[in-house]
C-alpha cells in the first residue's frame, strides 16, 4: 500500500480519544492523568490506531470537568505536569502515534485572568474580551437565549453593572471572538502548542464561537424534542431554534486564521466538534475549502436515532452528494453521549457480536474515524447512583436522563483488582461500573473472540486494505431498513460491504451478490456453513475486480 502523505495523514485515520480523567490513574488519587496514558501507550498502540485525542488537561477549575479552562498552556496537576505531557507526546511519536489536543476556545473559565478583568469595569483593558450587555429596563437579561445546561445563557455580574453570556455553565463565560485582540491570543496559544510538537488540534463547541450582535431573541422550535444525548424531552434550551446565539459565517472566518496557523507548521490538522441542527451541511461549511478547517464531526451518528439504514444515509449521503472538497469525519461515541451499544442495541449489550458489527461498520467508512475509549471493550452504559453523578448537566436532568458521567467512568483494567485495575485509590472520582469490570482488559486480552482482539484484528487488516484506506464509497439499496450495504472503490478493486444492524437474521439476496464477488478475508461474522445468511449483528464483505 502507497504510504500516506504525511501532510495529509489525518485522512482516513483512525483517532482514539482518550478521556483522561478515566483512563488510567497512575498516582492513586481516584483521577486519570498523562502519566496513565503513557503508562498505557503500548495498549493504545496495539489497538492499531493512528492518533489520539485527549480531552482537555489544562488548568482548570473543574466545574465542567476541564472545559472550563483557566489556564491554556499549563497542565492542571491533577493531569500532571507540562513535562508529563512531553514525556507523552514523545512515547506516542516513538510508536508512530499521533496527538491531537482539545482546546476550547468558545468560552473559558470565570476563573481566567482574563475573565476576573474584564468583570472589574466597563473601560479596563479586558472589558471586551468577553460578550457583555445592558439587563432590560426591568432588571432581567437582554434576550431569552437559554444554557445547554440550564436557565439563561446569562448571568449578572454586579461589580461591572452588566450580564455576561455563557452558553454552558455560568462559570463558563463566552470569548468575544469578535475582538481582534482576543482572536489574537488564542492563535498565540495554538502557536505555543505547535512549537511543542501537537499534531492536531479539535475545536470544542464550534458552533458557539459567535453570536448576532443585535443579540435578538431566538424564534421558538418547531419541534423541541432533540435526538441528541438520548434525551426525549424537550428543555428551555431545545425550545428554541438557535438562530441568533449560534452563527457560522463569523466562525468560518476565525477559522480561516486558525487554519493558516495550522499550516505554517508540518503535517499539522484541525477536526472542529460541530453540534446542532443540520450537522452535516454544517460540517461542510467548516470545511469545504483548503483555507478552512481540515475536518469536522457532527452530532449525527452520535444521536439516539435508531441505528437503520436509512439514519447511516441520511449523515453520510448528505456528506457525499454536498461535500465538495470538505473531508468528512465519522464517529458513534464520545464523552458527550450514551455509548452506542446501549443507545442503539439495548437489550442485547451482552451480544459481544454487536460491538464488533460497530467496530466494523466504522472502520469501513470514507473519512477519518474515531474511536471512544472502551469502545474497543465493547463496553455500554455505565449506571451512576444519583449521589455519585459529578456532571452538572446531569444535576440538572436528573431523574429524566443522569447525565454524561455514564460514558465517563473508569475503563476497566484488571477485573481482579480494586476498582478494576483503573486505581488504587479507596474512591475513584466516577464510580467502576461492575458489569463493564467483567469487561476488562486482563479478561479481553487472551479470549481471541474477544471484543477488544477483534478490534486489534480489523485495524490491522484495514490498514492493508488500500480500498478502505483510499476509496471512493456508493450505497446500495437493499430495500431493508436493518441490512446496510454499500461499496468501496479504488483502482480497480471493489469491496462490497453488508452489516446486519438488526438482532434476527438477515438473508443476502442472490441479486446484491452476483458474481464474480467473492467473499473477502473478513467474513468471519458470517455462518460458516452459508455465506449469504448474516447472523444478528453479523457482517460480511465481498470483492471483485472493476
Not at 428554541?240 to 468560518?252: C, F, K, N, S
Not at 448474516?534 to 457482517?539: A, S, T, V, Y
Request: charged fraction near 25%; proline fraction near 6%; glycine fraction near 6%.
Amino acid at each position: 500500500m502507497t504510504k500516506k502523505n504525511n501532510e495529509e495523514w489525518w485522512k482516513d485515520a483512525v483517532i482514539y480519544q482518550v478521556y483522561p480523567r478515566s483512563f488510567y490513574d497512575s498516582t492513586g488519587d481516584g483521577v486519570g492523568d498523562l502519566n496513565g496514558i503513557t503508562q498505557k501507550i503500548d495498549y493504545i498502540a496495539s489497538l492499531g490506531v493512528d492518533a489520539i485525542w485527549i480531552s482537555p488537561f489544562f488548568k482548570s477549575p473543574m466545574k465542567d470537568y476541564g472545559y472550563d479552562v483557566s489556564d491554556y498552556r499549563d497542565v492542571d496537576p491533577i493531569f500532571g505536569t507540562l513535562a508529563d505531557f512531553e514525556a507523552l507526546l514523545d512515547a506516542a511519536h516513538q510508536r508512530g502515534i499521533k496527538i491531537i489536543i482539545d482546546l476550547v476556545f468558545s468560552h473559558s473559565s470565570n476563573m481566567h485572568e482574563w475573565f476576573q478583568q474584564s468583570r472589574q469595569s466597563q473601560d479596563n483593558e479586558k472589558a471586551d474580551w468577553y460578550i457583555w450587555a445592558d439587563p432590560k429596563p426591568d432588571g432581567s437579561p437582554p434576550n431569552n437565549w437559554q444554557s445547554y445546561f440550564g436557565g439563561p445563557s446569562w448571568s449578572y455580574e454586579i461589580t461591572r453593572g452588566q450580564y455576561y453570556l455563557h452558553n454552558f455553565l455560568s462559570e463558563q463565560p463566552d470569548l468575544n471572538l469578535r475582538n481582534p485582540d482576543v482572536q489574537d491570543a488564542l492563535l498565540d496559544i495554538l502557536h505555543y502548542w505547535m512549537k511543542k510538537g501537537v499534531d492536531g488540534i479539535r475545536l470544542d463547541a464550534i458552533q458557539c464561537f459567535f453570536c448576532s450582535k443585535g443579540l435578538e431573541d431566538n424564534p421558538i422550535s418547531p419541534d423541541a424534542v432533540p435526538s441528541r444525548f438520548n434525551i426525549d424531552f424537550a428543555t428551555p434550551h431545545t425550545m428554541q431554534e438557535h438562530v441568533y446565539d449560534e452563527q457560522a459565517e463569523p466562525g468560518i472566518e476565525f477559522c480561516k486564521r486558525i487554519r493558516g496557523v495550522m499550516d505554517e507548521y508540518e503535517g499539522r490538522m484541525a477536526v472542529a466538534e460541530i453540534g446542532g441542527k443540520l450537522g452535516a451541511m454544517k460540517a461542510i461549511t467548516y470545511t469545504d475549502t483548503p483555507q478552512k478547517l481540515h475536518t469536522a464531526y457532527h452530532f449525527g451518528m452520535l444521536a439516539r436515532d435508531p441505528l437503520t439504514v436509512s439514519m447511516i444515509l441520511s449523515n453520510i449521503k448528505t456528506f457525499e452528494d454536498n461535500a465538495g472538497l470538505a473531508w468528512p469525519s465519522w464517529a458513534f461515541a464520545n464523552h458527550d453521549v450514551v455509548r452506542p451499544v446501549t443507545r442503539w442495541f439495548e437489550g442485547h449489550e451482552d451480544n459481544k457480536n454487536a460491538a464488533k458489527l460497530l467496530i466494523a461498520l466504522l472502520g469501513t467508512l470514507r473519512g477519518s474515524l474515531f474511536l471512544y475509549q472502551g469502545d474497543e471493550l465493547g463496553l455500554g452504559e455505565a449506571t451512576v447512583p444519583y449521589e455519585k453523578i459529578k456532571d452538572p448537566w446531569g444535576h440538572y436532568l436528573y431523574p429524566k436522563w443522569q447525565g454524561r458521567d455514564g460514558c465517563r467512568t473508569p475503563l476497566p483494567w484488571d477485573s481482579n483488582k480494586k476498582n478494576a485495575g483503573f486505581s488504587k485509590a479507596d474512591e475513584p472520582w466516577l464510580p467502576v461500573d461492575e458489569k463493564q469490570a467483567t469487561l476488562a482488559v486482563s479478561t479481553q486480552d487472551g479470549d481471541k473472540n474477544s471484543v477488544l482482539n477483534f478490534t486489534r484484528n480489523f485495524m490491522a487488516w484495514r490498514k492493508e486494505q488500500p480500498t478502505f484506506i483510499k476509496g471512493e464509497i456508493s450505497f446500495i439499496h437493499t430495500n431493508d431498513e436493518y441490512l446496510f450495504c454499500f461499496e468501496r472503490m479504488y483502482e480497480g478493486q471493489i469491496i462490497r460491504c453488508f452489516f446486519n444492524l438488526s438482532d434476527h437474521e438477515k438473508h443476502i439476496g442472490d441479486e446484491f451478490i452476483e458474481s464474480p464477488l467473492t467473499p473477502f478475508s473478513m467474513t468471519d461474522n458470517t455462518k460458516p456453513d452459508d455465506i449469504k445468511a448474516l447472523p444478528p449483528f453479523g457482517f460480511t464483505f465481498f470483492a471483485k475486480r472493476a
